[in-house]
């Protein structure tokens, strides 16, 4: 089964296309990548599937794309409201 694991960093967007048994899991995936490995900076925590959250036991189907998602540096809330209040003024 084919399956894509993605990290997205701000300059550049890391790929690595598998071919896994059925029943791999996304954590099993991530692991099998090498990105761990290769970008010890991740930090492992919130991960999904085309952009849906999923728990790392979640099964894997074909042609899934897991992502592996960084924490947030700023408070989504927080950044629209300063810019309408510099909007405002």
């Given at each position: 089964?084919?399956?894509?694991?993605?990290?997205?960093?701000?300059?550049?967007?890391e790929?690595?296309?598998?071919?896994?048994?059925?029943?791999?899991?996304?954590?099993?995936?991530?692991?099998?990548?090498?990105?761990?490995?290769?970008?010890?900076?991740?930090?492992?925590?919130?991960?999904?599937?085309?952009?849906?959250?999923?728990?790392?036991?979640?099964?894997?189907?074909?042609?899934?794309?897991v992502?592996?998602?960084?924490?947030?540096?700023?408070?989504?809330?927080?950044?629209?409201?300063?810019?309408?209040?510099?909007?405002?003024?």
């Open positions: 089964m084919r399956v894509e694991v993605v990290y997205a960093l701000p300059q550049q967007q790929r690595v296309l598998l071919d896994l048994a059925h029943g791999t899991t996304v954590l099993e995936a991530i692991e099998a990548s090498g990105l761990l490995q290769r970008l010890p900076q991740i930090e492992l925590g919130r991960v999904g599937i085309w952009g849906r959250p999923v728990s790392p036991d979640t099964r894997l189907r074909e042609w899934d794309r992502e592996i998602y960084r924490p947030l540096t700023a408070d989504p809330k927080e950044v629209r409201r300063e810019r309408a209040a510099r909007a405002g003024k």
